[in-house]
Every structure is written in structure tokens, then in C-alpha cells.
T-cell receptor, first 116, second 115 residues
């Protein structure tokens, strides 16, 4: 069964506008964490933001924030004030359990294109 | 800065060849991963190693094996390469050390073509 689902294969956003990239997950473990990564056309994977299941507040890192809705099992990435350099693939990933050595499972990704 | 280095950026191999993809990290990370990335499928976990000589199957281990004899090196082996193993292969490592929120660091990827 798909554990991480990203339903938007591709999205467009106008420069300087905000955009939300969707991520839903499936787990029965009460302890888990969600990661977002960015992959520009160069191919490198860049870590953006992390949200733990027990974190009381939504994570934020600069222009990135995570809209974490535990009951809905969603962890959407919000990018504010989009820039041309935000054009890339974005991946949501999940870890399960409290063990510090864990598998990291990824979704299928969303390709974001920022229009000037 | 953490560095994860994959031995080749591009590789072309023939069907039936035994192929070795090497990955080295320089930060003494316990955990290392091999993924393959295909359009529309995202990153799929092939194998995972949580420490030296330790390995665990991921979601798509068939046709692959791994070796982790030293902490810094994690090798992916295609025993008999087939055309359906043509893909981008990504290696990653992360520090565990009791922490659950540390991110994984990735190599630049190896684009393997099997002809």
C-alpha cells in the first residue's frame, strides 16, 4: 500500500505568489516524521523541512512552512513568495517509529514550475 | 559539510553484466540507503543499511544486492544487469545516534543505462 501520496504530478505558480504542494501519508505508528526535499534539474536532493508527529507547532524554515493536519494525515508544503529558483521536483518522505535507524520512504513527487 | 560521493555520474552496461555502484560518505553516518528514481514513481528504496555489515531490504530488492564492509562505503550490486534496471540510482546517508529528526544527505546520483 502506498504510504506517501503526492497527487499533483505537476503544478504552475506565478512568481511572488504562494503555492501549496500536497502530501498525504498512511501509518498506524503514533511516532513518525515527515520530510520535504527539493530536487532541482541538477539532480541534487536538498532537505527543506521536517515535522515530527509529536511536534506541537507547524514547522517553518524561511519561506517554507508545513501545514500539518494530523487527523487528515496530511503534511502539505507551503512555499511563500515563489521565486524562479523554486522550479524543481519536490518530494515528501516519511519515517516511522522511534528507532533512530529507520527507513525513509518517499512519494512520487510534484514538479513545480514558477512562471515569471 | 557532509559529502556523499557516488563513483560514477553516468554508466552504460550490457545486459547480463555484473554492475557495482559505489557510494562513500565522509561523516561517519550509521545509516546508508540506495534508491532508484524513475519518472512518475519517485524514489523507491532498494536496500538500507543501519550499520556496518547490517542490511535490510527495501521495497524493490529483487535483482540487487548490497555490501557494507566499512562504515563509510555502501555498494549496490546488480548481479546480472537487465534493461529494466535502467534508471537513476541515488545513495544517501544519515546520522542516527539516537536522533529521529536528522535528515538524509544524498549523492549526485548515477544514471545507469543497460543496453
Amino acid at each position: 500500500a502506498q504510504k506517501i501520496t503526492q497527487t499533483q504530478p505537476g503544478m504552475f505558480v506565478q512568481e511572488k505568489e504562494a503555492v501549496t504542494l500536497d502530501c498525504t501519508y498512511d501509518t498506524s505508528d503514533p511516532s513518525y516524521g515527515l520530510f520535504w526535499y527539493k530536487q532541482p534539474s541538477s539532480g541534487e536532493m536538498i532537505f527543506l523541512i521536517y515535522q515530527g508527529s509529536y511536534d506541537q507547532q507547524n514547522a517553518t524554515e524561511g519561506r517554507y512552512s508545513l501545514n500539518f493536519q494530523k487527523a487528515r494525515k496530511s503534511a502539505n508544503l507551503v512555499i511563500s513568495a515563489s521565486q524562479l529558483g523554486d522550479s524543481a521536483m519536490y518530494f515528501c518522505a516519511m519515517r516511522e517509529g522511534m528507532d533512530s535507524s529507520y527507513k525513509l520512504i518517499f512519494g512520487s513527487g510534484t514538479r513545480l514550475l514558477v512562471r515569471p | 559539510d557532509v559529502k556523499v560521493t557516488q563513483s560514477s555520474r553516468y554508466l552504460v552496461k550490457r545486459t547480463g553484466e555484473k554492475v557495482f555502484l559505489e557510494c562513500v560518505q565522509d561523516m561517519d553516518h550509521e545509516n546508508m540507503f540506495w534508491y532508484r528514481q524513475d519518472p512518475g514513481l519517485g524514489l523507491r528504496l532498494i536496500y538500507f543499511s543501519y550499520d556496518v555489515k547490517m542490511k535490510e531490504k527495501g521495497d524493490i530488492p529483487e535483482g540487487y544486492s548490497v555490501s557494507r564492509e566499512k562504515k563509510e562505503r555502501f555498494s549496490l550490486i546488480l548481479e546480472s544487469a537487465s534493461t529494466n534496471q535502467t534508471s537513476m540510482y541515488l545513495c544517501a546517508s544519515r546520522y542516527s545516534g539516537g536522533a529521529v529528526n536528522t535528515e538524509a544527505f544524498f549523492g549526485q546520483g548515477t544514471r545507469l543505462t543497460v543496453v
